[in-house]
């Protein structure tokens, strides 16, 4: 991998020791509409700092690894449609061709763990679809975070893709996975999936002492902590078995596959809940924000 460029923030909390929270740049680019994406780009930013934490965003701008966005650099992720949406195998591709990309969980996690840093915040993890007996669609982030030693707050995933599937792969590939206050897995847009956990964790630095008390004995696995969004931010149930009914024969019936499955429902939820799950989905990053920046801080004090 070439050369990684810090923005002066992140650099500085590189060699101060400072906490440090990655985000990653395809729910800016993919997974949120414009022109809210950039405005809430800055606001996940902006949370993690007035939690006492450095955020940075990570991308691929013409060709350079960025850790850390300029306001210009976040800007053109928002805002381009030459930004292409990239997994850890599109990475050479992009480098060697000087693009500019938004990198997924698999990528953003990569790149923060080679960078040294050991939390990141996103919304839902990617995982295997519905109908992947067919397909055999299942997200390369799985199987990168099971050999990537990182910390991934997150909402769990979401009701498009076949949740209990995803559980049985997440422990397969030997990652962990605890409930932050709960062992009920939530389903991003609501707080239950039907799925329960093995493990619930109750604080930040209980999080942080698992994490590290995993390292100490080699294990390089990642720490998936599954942080429900709020009772009062939940999307409302009907509307949302509604909704996913509905995307998924829509997607279904325009043959749409591959990596366009993701990007195809979360437009069809937007569009069909008239920007209710838009509402919910903001809200579910910046709640994995602030705990991210708070378990970035514990890793310190543990
Ligand atoms: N899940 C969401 N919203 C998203 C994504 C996943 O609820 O925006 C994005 C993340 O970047 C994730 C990627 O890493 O989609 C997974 O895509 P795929 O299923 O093509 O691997
Ligand atoms: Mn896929």
Not at 146 to 163: E, F, M, P, R, Y
Not at 219 to 233: G, K, M, Q, R
Request: charged share 20%.
């Amino acid at each position: 991998m070439s050369a990684f460029i810090y923005s002066p923030e992140v650099r500085d909390a590189l060699h101060q020791g400072l906490p440090i929270v990655a985000l990653e740049s395809t729910i800016i680019s993919h997974g949120l509409p414009r022109p809210q994406n950039l405005r809430v780009a800055k606001e996940f930013e902006a949370i993690i700092r007035s939690e006492g934490a450095t955020p940075a965003t990570i991308a691929l701008i013409d060709g350079s690894v960025c850790v850390g966005l300029s306001d210009s650099q976040l800007e053109h992720v928002a805002t381009s449609d030459d930004v292409i949406k990239a997994s850890t195998r599109d990475l050479g591709f992009a480098l060697s061709q000087k693009l500019s990309a938004a990198t997924t969980v698999a990528a953003t996690s990569h790149i923060a763990n080679l960078a040294g840093i050991q939390v990141f915040a996103t919304g839902g993890l990617g995982g295997v679809h519905r109908g992947f007996l067919d397909t055999f669609d299942e997200s390369a982030d799985l199987e990168i975070l099971s050999h990537t030693s990182i910390i991934v707050v997150c909402a769990g995933v979401k009701s498009i893709l076949d949740i209990g599937a995803t559980l049985e792969r997440l422990e397969t590939y030997g990652i962990a996975v605890c409930g932050y206050q709960t062992n009920d897995f939530p389903g991003f847009y609501r707080r239950k999936s039907g799925f329960t956990l093995d493990w619930q964790l109750d604080t930040a630095k209980d999080i942080a002492d698992a994490f590290l008390s995993a390292r100490l004995n080699s294990l390089s696995h990642a720490f998936i902590v599954a942080n429900p969004v709020s009772a009062a931010d939940e999307l409302d149930l009907e509307l949302h078995e509604k909704t996913l009914e509905s995307g998924l024969q829509r997607a279904e019936k325009a043959g749409v596959r591959g990596k366009a499955v993701t990007p195809f429902l979360l437009e069809h939820f937007h569009t069909a809940t008239n920007q209710e799950s838009l509402r919910v989905n903001i809200e579910v990053v910046k709640q994995n924000a602030r705990l991210a920046a708070q378990i970035s801080k514990a890793l310190f004090t543990s």
